[in-house]
């Protein structure tokens, strides 16, 4: 966990913070770079949800194996597959 929060303070000195270089010494250039703060943003958000899908479709998968095992097993030991009990 305090690997990702490094991580993540490093990206944002990085990417996001102004250096005396590259400030801003007009209305042109703070809108150019403003678009291009947000265009980071967005891009690092999409990336981010594109894992997170991942990651979920993955867990989906997995879940659905282990359900399927469980049944083998069940089948395997003779027990028929019930439902809940009413």
Do not use: H, W
Request: aromatic share 4%.
């Amino acid at each position: 966990m305090t690997d990702l929060r490094n991580e993540m303070d490093s990206d944002l000195d990085q990417n996001y913070s102004l250096n005396s270089n590259a400030d801003p010494k007009n209305m042109q250039e703070l809108t150019i770079y403003v678009q291009n703060l947000l265009q980071n943003v967005q891009d690092k958000f999409q990336t981010m949800s594109d894992q997170i899908i991942t990651r979920i479709d993955d867990m989906g998968n997995r879940i659905d194996d282990l359900e399927k095992s469980i049944a083998d097993l069940m089948n395997q030991a003779g027990i028929e597959g019930q439902g809940p009990e009413k």
